[in-house]
Every structure is written in structure tokens, then in C-alpha cells.
Nanobody
Framework: EVMLVESGGGSVQAGGSLRLSCTAS????????IGWFRQAPGKEREGVAC????????YYTGAVKGRFTMSVDSGENTVYLHMNNLRPEDTAVYYC????????????????????????WGQGTQVTVHS
């Protein structure tokens, strides 16, 4: 069974940083699109950042551009979300996801969870930012 496990969440003051990790088992990220999503209480799940398998480009939602970056460690089969200058509105449960269909989703659609044809999700990790 494919598994994704997130870690690295926690509680920080506004302006602080966290690094989330997403480690995959039973498959590699090499040919797959990877996305980070978050869901705050009472809100819809939203795409935060993603890397596409077809062109290797990174996409970020406007609210995190310039503050969050993704990186991939192929050797560790782990994807990271580096979060800097955190704000209280970043408080949410963060999930990583991948699509088991190579090349899917295409381009910026990787920020749209509904575009994942064969989606695998992690269990989520809580990020809380205090003002």
C-alpha cells in the first residue's frame, strides 16, 4: 500500500519558520507530481505548493509566494515544505499528496486537489501560528 507520512508541524510565533516533511513508502516521487495542501477549521482545503512531474516546475498559491518553498530529496524519497515568515492565517492542518498517474495533474492544476486522478494523501500535520 502506498503511504505518505508528514511531519514537522508545530506551534510557532508569527514571523517564525517551520519545515514540513513528506516521506513516501512503496513508491518514489521521481515521476510523480507532489502537492502540499492545507485546511483551516471551517474552510475548504486549498493548494499551497506543488511540483509537477512533467516539467519540474513549482507552483505556489499567492498567499505563500515568497515565503514558502518546496524541495525534494530523492535519496530520502522526501519532499519538504519550507515555511518562513509564518502568519496566523497560515494556521491549518497541512497535507502532502501525490497522483499515482505519471504526468498528472498538469501544470498549475497541481494546486487543485480535484485534479488528482489517482490521489494519495498523508495523514496531515498541524501548524499553529500565534500572533
Amino acid at each position: 500500500e502506498v503511504m505518505l507520512v508528514e511531519s514537522g508541524g508545530g506551534s510557532v510565533q508569527a514571523g517564525g519558520s517551520l519545515r514540513l516533511s513528506c516521506t513516501a513508502s512503496r513508491f518514489t516521487f521521481d515521476d510523480l507530481t507532489i502537492g502540499w495542501f492545507r485546511q483551516a477549521p471551517g474552510k475548504e482545503r486549498e493548494g499551497v505548493a506543488c511540483i509537477t512531474s512533467n516539467d519540474g516546475r513549482e507552483y505556489y498559491t499567492g498567499a505563500v509566494k515568497g515565503r514558502f518553498t518546496m524541495s525534494v530529496d530523492s535519496g530520502e524519497n522526501t519532499v519538504y515544505l519550507h515555511m518562513n515568515n509564518l502568519r496566523p492565517e497560515d494556521t491549518a492542518v497541512y497535507y502532502c499528496a501525490t497522483d499515482g498517474t505519471p504526468g498528472s495533474p498538469w501544470g498549475p492544476l497541481c494546486l487543485d486537489a480535484a485534479s488528482y486522478v489517482d490521489a494519495y494523501w498523508g495523514q496531515g500535520t498541524q501548524v499553529t501560528v500565534h500572533s
